[in-house]
């Protein structure tokens, strides 16, 4: 029988020779590392290794309503089904109308027994007797998770199994939490593991190659990198983040929106806390972190003594973590806070707002943490409060579009502006514009009007009015307007003249149109008044503009690049994300001299940038043009990554031409990268002799690097399963086969599932043996385990 590779080697070896010294196995970790997951692998290789598996599970519940051997009612329900054991079933029937009902208390009369220590040691040998007789023809595996909840009978009788083993084959395999475990469970485990009985491991951390497997095909190379490092390589997180596309902000969990799936997952930890630990810690889930006592306490509205008694329960619960000076507190992960105010009702949480902004407005916080409250505000008319929540969308357009789209709409909706209505309209426009509602944001924009003298934010409004058109389609409108705002404007100050400006060189650009020499001329004699950022646009907007004049060999376009990447390389991201326009435009005329590796670097940062503040209309600018670059670098499969990247994004915009767009790309470079690997891109190693001619030749020397484990999946995968069927045709976990598909996408130089199939369907010789479909007895288990 073949060993699963992904178990590490001290489990797979307590399968193969059983040694009598250790019958514990302990999984550690804290939550979402996989120890669910490594507990349905170990069961899995089990029973496919002859071994009788029963499985115990301790209930999500608070203390107080946990049924006594709760974590063994499964190995217990497992054991007594009649005719499953080697006990006979005269004395299966003595087992469960004697000691089985009186250890849990059931039978009449013993309820009062349950606490005598000599009634407990007797059931307790009952109950080793028991494991013993269902070891006694084949190994029996006792796997037992989620035992930090456990309740303190079942501590009891599993503290007795360890330190009075059964004869036999037997192991027991258990996973807790560390930091969530009784005194009394690590002492009685690290006791085991000091006597040479038990068996300590840890889950693996994620590679970067099991990462790649988990991801889905729409994440850009940077994001995936972020992601990786966001979640610590925790398989669970990076799932979770993976779901929204983004890791979670400490700051504003409002951003985030698990899939019920995660949501349901996240909040089995929040099963067993009180009523008054959920009410503080989805009052916690509305403040920024690290939140202090005095806040979370009025918010909650709770006095101080059950403030400290929810904070005792949510620490031992590792849901808080409580900073060195005792006064602040946070989450412990991102997700569970996200999670505590997904769940929370629209009703209370309006409430808990509100107390936040009143306190906070005391405490003259900023503008930008009073705003995420006061979005919430119902009451009728409030100048003030309009006035905040549109200064602080002004600035926060540019840290989060949908975070200032919703602040700005909530200003117009309370208040009026303060007198300056074309200000107000165009940071809602702005914002709107950024965050993909395009439609929406026209419609704002166009109440502010056309004129660029009749207000002073007339050339800003008018700006993001050709921005949005464009990105609609409607380039040849916008260029229109723009020319005519050029001709018109007068009286402009420099800033605002290179601005008008640089607009409309962007959109001639944008056309394929020739930039007039006398614009570029009047641009550059501005620049010196231009912040840094700005200069940047204006160098590589005339860059740009010089190549297509001169073909790509214009020495003056050359400089301008230069001088655009010179004055580029200081700058933050802060200090650039106003004028990623000039961003984009160098990376494309990096592209044009054949810079590849510079405009490549340009683009992943706009990417980046633009995929963290949520501009939607902007990440697929850059994701298209990073997915042509990289396809004219030789990099195939990169380009139909970001491709696919693009697409999504595209999607989450309101415009049919940006969509349509975005397709076009994916499919040109997809077919193309389709004709790449049939030409032999697909990595063969030297010295493989190969089995034939063409196509199917090439794709089954390719095929030879990939185990017979990898090479099952990737027929599997040709056929149109899914992974979860996969697993269950080899009886393996989901995991194994995400980890084996991550290796063989690597070693097959593929970036999806449709390129594993193609090459299989291209070999002449995939003809291997595939176990019979079977669901293992511990399909259950696996399902259950955490993501």
Same mark, same amino acid.
């Given at each position: 029988?073949?060993? +699963?590779?992904?178990l590490?080697?001290?489990?797979?070896?307590?399968?193969?020779?059983?040694?009598?010294?250790?019958?514990?196995?302990e999984?550690?970790?804290?939550?979402w590392?996989?120890?669910?997951?490594?507990?349905?692998? *170990?069961?899995?290789?089990?029973?496919?290794?002859?071994?009788?598996?029963?499985?115990?599970?301790?209930?999500?519940?608070?203390?107080?309503a946990?049924?006594?051997?709760?974590?063994?009612l499964?190995?217990?329900?497992?054991?007594?089904?009649?005719?499953?054991?080697?006990?006979?079933?005269?004395?299966?029937?003595?087992?469960?109308?004697?000691?089985?009902?009186?250890?849990?208390?059931?039978?009449e009369?013993?309820?009062?027994?349950?606490?005598?220590?000599?009634?407990?040691?007797?059931?307790?040998?009952?109950?080793? #007797?028991?494991?013993?007789?269902?070891?006694?023809?084949?190994?029996?595996?006792?796997?037992?998770?989620?035992?930090h909840?456990?309740?303190?009978?079942?501590?009891g009788? *599993?503290e007795?199994?360890?330190?009075?083993?059964?004869r036999?084959?037997?192991?027991?395999?258990?996973?807790?939490?560390?930091?969530?475990?009784?005194?009394?469970?690590h002492?009685?485990?690290?006791?085991?593991?000091?006597?040479?009985?038990?068996?300590?491991?840890?889950?693996?951390?994620?590679?970067?190659?099991?990462?790649?497997?988990?991801?889905?095909?729409?994440?850009?190379?940077?994001?995936?990198?972020?992601?990786?490092?966001?979640?610590?390589?925790?398989?669970?997180?990076?799932?979770?983040?993976? %779901?929204?596309?983004?890791?979670?902000?400490?700051?504003?969990?409002?951003?985030?929106?698990?899939?019920?799936?995660?949501?349901?997952?996240?909040?089995?930890?929040?099963?067993?806390?009180?009523?008054?630990?959920?009410?503080?810690?989805?009052?916690?889930?509305?403040?920024?972190?690290p939140?202090?006592?005095?806040?979370?306490?009025?918010?909650?509205?709770?006095?101080d003594?059950?403030?400290?008694?929810?904070?005792?329960?949510?620490?031992?619960?590792? +849901?808080?973590?409580v900073?060195?000076?005792?006064?602040?507190?946070?989450?412990s992960?991102?997700?569970?806070?996200?999670? $505590?105010?997904?769940?929370?009702?629209?009703g209370?949480?309006l409430?808990?707002?509100?107390?936040?902004?009143?306190l906070l407005?005391?405490?003259?916080?900023d503008?930008?943490?009073?705003?995420?409250?006061l979005?919430?505000?119902?009451?009728?008319?409030?100048s003030?409060?309009?006035?905040?929540l549109?200064?602080?969308?002004?600035?926060?357009?540019?840290?989060?579009?949908?975070?200032?789209?919703?602040?700005?709409?909530a200003?117009?909706?309370?208040?009026?502006s303060?007198?300056?209505?074309?200000?107000?309209?165009?940071?809602?426009? %702005?914002?709107?514009?950024?965050s993909?509602?395009?439609?929406?944001?026209?419609?704002?924009?166009?109440?502010? #009007?056309?004129?660029?003298?009749?207000?002073?934010?007339?050339?800003?409004?008018?700006?993001?009015?050709?921005?949005?058109?464009?990105?609609?389609?409607?380039?040849?409108?916008?260029?229109?307007?723009?020319?005519?705002?050029?001709?018109?404007?007068?009286?402009?100050?420099?800033?605002?003249?290179?601005?008008?400006?640089?607009?409309?060189?962007?959109?001639?650009?944008?056309?394929?149109?020739?930039?007039?020499?006398?614009?570029?001329?009047?641009l550059?004699?501005?620049?010196?008044?231009?912040?840094?950022?700005?200069?940047?646009?204006?160098? $590589?907007?005339?860059?740009?503009a010089?190549?297509?004049?001169?073909?790509?060999?214009?020495?003056?376009?050359?400089?301008?690049?230069?001088?655009?990447?010179?004055?580029?390389?200081?700058?933050?991201?802060?200090?650039?994300?106003?004028?990623?326009?000039?961003?984009?435009?160098l990376?494309?005329?990096?592209?044009?001299?054949?810079?590849?590796?510079?405009? +490549?670097?340009?683009?992943?940062?706009?990417?980046?940038?633009?995929?963290?503040?949520?501009?939607?209309?902007?990440?697929?600018?850059?994701?298209?043009?990073?997915?042509?670059?990289?396809?004219?670098?030789?990099?195939?499969?990169?380009?139909?990554?970001?491709?696919?990247?693009?697409?999504?994004?595209a999607g989450?915009?309101?415009?049919?031409?940006?969509?349509?767009?975005?397709?076009? +790309?994916?499919?040109?470079?997809?077919?193309?990268? #389709?004709?790449?690997?049939?030409?032999?891109?697909?990595?063969?190693?030297?010295?493989?002799?190969?089995?034939?001619?063409?196509?199917?030749g090439a794709?089954?020397?390719a095929?030879d690097?990939?185990?017979?484990?990898?090479?099952?999946?990737?027929?599997?995968?040709?056929?149109?399963?899914?992974?979860?069927?996969?697993a269950?045709?080899?009886?393996v976990?989901?995991?194994?086969?995400?980890?084996?598909?991550?290796?063989?996408?690597?070693?097959?130089?593929?970036?999806s599932?449709?390129?594993v199939?193609?090459?299989?369907?291209?070999?002449q010789?995939?003809?291997?043996?595939l176990?019979?479909t079977?669901?293992?007895?511990?399909?259950?288990?696996?399902?259950?385990?955490?993501?």
């Amino acid at each position: 029988m073949p060993v +699963i590779s992904d178990l590490p080697t001290d489990m797979t070896e307590l399968l193969l020779e059983p040694r009598p010294s250790i019958h514990v196995l302990e999984v550690t970790g804290d939550r979402w590392t996989g120890k669910s997951t490594l507990l349905a692998q *170990l069961a899995d290789d089990a029973e496919a290794r002859g071994w009788r598996v029963v499985v115990g599970r301790a209930a999500v519940q608070p203390s107080s309503a946990r049924a006594p051997f709760g974590l063994f009612l499964g190995v217990m329900d497992d054991l007594l089904t009649r005719g499953s054991t080697g006990v006979g079933d005269e004395g299966q029937e003595g087992w469960d109308e004697g000691a089985f009902g009186g250890l849990l208390g059931l039978g009449e009369g013993t309820a009062e027994l349950r606490d005598d220590p000599v009634f407990r040691y007797q059931n307790f040998r009952v109950v080793r #007797g028991l494991l013993e007789e269902a070891s006694a023809s084949r190994g029996l595996l006792i796997v037992l998770d989620d035992v930090h909840w456990a309740d303190e009978s079942s501590l009891g009788l *599993l503290e007795h199994l360890v330190r009075h083993p059964p004869r036999g084959t037997v192991l027991i395999a258990l996973a807790h939490r560390p930091r969530q475990s009784s005194l009394q469970l690590h002492a009685v485990l690290n006791e085991a593991v000091r006597d040479g009985q038990s068996r300590r491991v840890v889950p693996p951390r994620l590679s970067a190659e099991e990462a790649a497997a988990l991801l889905p095909e729409d994440i850009s190379r940077v994001q995936s990198s972020l992601l990786l490092e966001e979640s610590d390589h925790n398989p669970g997180l990076l799932k979770a983040f993976a %779901s929204m596309r983004l890791p979670l902000h400490p700051q504003w969990p409002s951003r985030a929106n698990l899939p019920v799936e995660a949501l349901a997952e996240v909040l089995r930890d929040f099963h067993a806390l009180s009523l008054l630990g959920w009410r503080v810690a989805r009052a916690a889930a509305i403040l920024d972190e690290p939140f202090s006592l005095n806040v979370l306490q009025a918010v909650s509205q709770v006095d101080d003594e059950e403030l400290h008694a929810a904070i005792d329960e949510l620490a031992g619960q590792d +849901i808080f973590e409580v900073e060195a000076d005792a006064r602040h507190l946070r989450f412990s992960s991102s997700l569970l806070r996200a999670a $505590a105010h997904q769940s929370t009702g629209p009703g209370w949480l309006l409430g808990a707002h509100a107390r936040a902004a009143r306190l906070l407005a005391r405490q003259r916080t900023d503008e930008v943490r009073l705003a995420e409250h006061l979005q919430f505000q119902i009451a009728g008319k409030d100048s003030r409060t309009s006035r905040l929540l549109l200064d602080a969308a002004a600035g926060h357009r540019w840290t989060d579009a949908m975070d200032a789209s919703a602040w700005a709409q909530a200003a117009l909706t309370i208040g009026d502006s303060g007198g300056d209505e074309a200000w107000a309209t165009t940071v809602l426009g %702005s914002a709107l514009a950024l965050s993909g509602r395009l439609g929406r944001s026209l419609e704002t924009l166009q109440r502010v #009007g056309g004129s660029t003298e009749s207000h002073a934010h007339g050339v800003e409004a008018l700006l993001w009015t050709a921005w949005a058109r464009r990105m609609l389609g409607e380039g040849e409108t916008a260029d229109r307007e723009l020319a005519e705002a050029v001709r018109a404007a007068s009286g402009l100050g420099p800033v605002e003249r290179a601005e008008l400006l640089a607009g409309w060189v962007s959109c001639m650009l944008h056309l394929g149109r020739p930039v007039p020499a006398e614009t570029m001329a009047e641009l550059l004699g501005l620049v010196e008044a231009l912040s840094a950022g700005e200069r940047v646009r204006v160098h $590589a907007l005339c860059a740009m503009a010089g190549l297509r004049e001169s073909g790509g060999t214009g020495a003056r376009a050359r400089a301008q690049t230069d001088a655009a990447a010179q004055l580029l390389d200081p700058l933050r991201d802060d200090d650039l994300v106003e004028h990623m326009d000039g961003l984009f435009w160098l990376a494309r005329a990096e592209a044009e001299l054949k810079r590849t590796e510079a405009a +490549i670097g340009h683009l992943e940062r706009g990417l980046s940038m633009a995929e963290g503040r949520r501009f939607h209309t902007v990440v697929p600018l850059f994701a298209g043009t990073l997915a042509r670059v990289e396809s004219g670098a030789g990099d195939p499969h990169s380009a139909v990554r970001h491709a696919s990247v693009a697409v999504t994004a595209a999607g989450r915009t309101d415009s049919l031409y940006l969509q349509e767009r975005c397709e076009g +790309i994916h499919e040109e470079l997809a077919s193309g990268h #389709g004709r790449a690997a049939d030409i032999g891109r697909l990595a063969v190693p030297a010295g493989v002799v190969g089995r034939g001619g063409g196509e199917a030749g090439a794709a089954a020397e390719a095929l030879d690097v990939l185990s017979k484990r990898e090479l099952q999946i990737a027929v599997l995968v040709s056929n149109g399963r899914t992974n979860s069927q996969i697993a269950r045709a080899l009886v393996v976990s989901q995991k194994t086969v995400e980890t084996h598909l991550g290796r063989i996408f690597k070693k097959l130089a593929v970036a999806s599932r449709a390129e594993v199939a193609a090459c299989v369907g291209r070999s002449q010789d995939h003809r291997v043996l595939l176990p019979r479909t079977s669901v293992g007895a511990r399909s259950l288990l696996s399902s259950q385990a955490s993501f």
